[in-house]
Nanobody
Framework: QVHVVESGGGLVQAGGSLRLSCASSARTFSMFAMGWFRQAPGKEREFVAAINYIGASTYYTDSVKGRFTISRDNAKNMVWLQMNDLKPEDTAAYYC???????????????WGQGTQVTVSS
């Protein structure tokens, strides 16, 4: 069974930074695109960022462009989300997901983590 585990969340003041980590136990990790999603209380889960299987292409939702950076290391089965200039509206549970192919245009997902909480105080 594949495990996807997020870490790195916490409480930070507005303008601060956090780096989220996602560790995958999948032996085929390097074959699949990875993404970060978030869900705030009372809201639907939303897309944040994605990276293709070799890390050559990334995509961000407009609200985090220029502030967040997604990266991966296939040798370590790791994905990171560097979050800078955090805003109170970034407060949410953040989830790491494995797409069902090497492209983040794939609408299907294989695995989800349990999430890590990010809270940004004003």
């Amino acid at each position: 069974q594949v495990h996807v585990v997020e870490s790195g969340g916490g409480l930070v003041q507005a303008g601060g930074s956090l780096r989220l980590s996602c560790a995958s136990s999948a032996r085929t990790f390097s074959m699949f695109a990875m993404g970060w999603f978030r869900q705030a209380p009372g809201k639907e889960r939303e897309f944040v960022a994605a990276i293709n299987y070799i890390g050559a292409s990334t995509y961000y939702t407009d609200s985090v462009k220029g502030r967040f950076t997604i990266s991966r290391d296939n040798a370590k089965n790791m994905v990171w989300l560097q979050m800078n200039d955090l805003k109170p509206e970034d407060t949410a549970a953040y989830y790491c997901a494995t797409y069902d192919s090497g492209s983040y245009h794939d609408p299907d997902f294989r695995f989800w983590g349990q999430g890590t909480q990010v809270t940004v105080s004003s």
